[in-house]
């Protein structure tokens, strides 16, 4: 134990590991901060948000593998000492330690600092995957440094981390090894699908597994095709498991908004997950219900406000909704125009979701009932009243959001 801790001291002292090390954590912080962080506090989307950042972890973490394995382990098997026999292994265990723990860490920063309302066994599944995934890069530059030269093993450990993340990584591809989700849109609405995630660790693993014994194998014992080819069969069979995954990697799931609370008369309820920016929200939602109320446009305003998700869009008559913005969640002003569009918009109503687009009479339906509210909204505290041929009469108001509330509309 105390030779293989000096060795390890050696790769980090003389290695590339320290610097891999810390670019790998900037890039990390750095990936964060994109969009203004609008991840925060949803579980799901804080842990898929972190696979935006493999394109470029990848090919640094495998390139920096190769480098040092190719580099540093020719010598120690100079010295045939127990643990040098395996001084691949040595070099590669050390940077897989180093990196996972990186991740790890970045993992329960996120979690602990922007806490989010819930947590479940599935979501630890899917930061054990991606957890997998920065060690097979690493993985992938201990094979490279192990049979190449070190001019050449840190560029096809490099471009092999790129080529994986491309072909493996995103929805659309079959076989979705490194699928970590890289979402750009709220999760709330969709949950981890624990079986297809166990599937997908086990797939990684194998993965990691046959790397390692391509890497580790007797120096000079097996002929370069030969390595390569079990290589390539090992990767191309962990990647064909993954996609026999059963189901997806997300599951809808029609979960109400929880936090509630009252606005002037009306109650509304939203996700805890955005109680951090309902500030906004509310400031435009009270103008709105005050100048109708105000005006005589009483039927415009509804019993209950709630949130919408990503899956779910209340469709009761009396509820009028509001959709909380990736935009606003990264910083941005919530936009009153976009607020009363959601209050008003019958998208509860089959009739607006079947392939064929509504009618042009409901589109100009649907704007001049937009229009009269944010009108009435905006004169709201001011002398000057908007002009009657600005908005609609209370009555066609009243008609039009019956209409689209109870989906009684020619659509």
Known sequence: MTEWRALTAVVLRRGWLAWCGGLFLVIEAWVLTLRGAPWRHDLVWTIDWFAISHILV??????????????????????????????????????????????????????????????????????????????????????????LRVALAP????????????????????????????????????????????????????????????ATRPYGRWPVTAVAAAAVAGMVGAAMASAWAPGERYMAVEREPTTCG???????CYYPEH????????????????????????????????????VRWPADASTGVFYVSSDVLGGGASDLRQITSDLVSPLQCPQVQQDLPPSEQYWHDLEALV?????????????????????????????????????THAF
């Open 58 to 147: 990848g090919p640094i973490v495998a390139g920096a593998v190769a480098m040092d394995v190719a580099r540093m382990t020719r010598g120690m098997r100079e010295f045939p000492t127990r643990v040098t026999r395996s001084p691949v292994l040595l070099v590669g265990s050390t940077y897989a330690a180093v990196v996972g723990a990186i991740q790890v860490l970045m993992f329960a920063l996120t979690t602990i600092l922007w806490l989010p309302p819930g947590f479940s066994w599935a979501a630890l599944l899917a930061m054990v995957a991606q957890c997998f995934m920065v060690v097979g890069f690493v993985g992938l530059g201990t094979a490279c440094g192990a049979h």
């Open 371 to 407: 229009n009269t509210w944010v009108a009435l909204a905006e004169s709201y505290g001011t002398p000057t009243a908007p002009s009657p041929d600005e908005v609609l009469s209370p009555e066609d108001a009243g008609r039009l959001i019956t209409e689209f509330r109870t989906c």
């Open 262 to 268: 009252g606005l002037v008369t009306v109650s509304w």
């Open 155 to 214: 560029i096809v450990a490099a471009c092999a981390a790129v080529i994986v993340v491309t072909l493996t990584g995103s929805s659309g591809s079959s076989y979705s090894l490194f699928y970590a989700g890289g979402a750009t849109v709220p999760r709330i609405g969709y949950a981890y699908d624990g079986a297809w995630l166990a599937v997908q660790v086990v797939a990684l693993a194998v993965f990691v597994c046959v790397l390692t014994i391509v």
């Open 275 to 310: 109680e951090w920016v309902m500030d906004s929200y509310a400031e435009h939602l009270i103008v709105l219900i005050e100048s109708a109320r105000e005006a005589g446009y009483d039927t415009l305003v509804p019993e209950v406000i709630e949130e919408a998700s990503q």
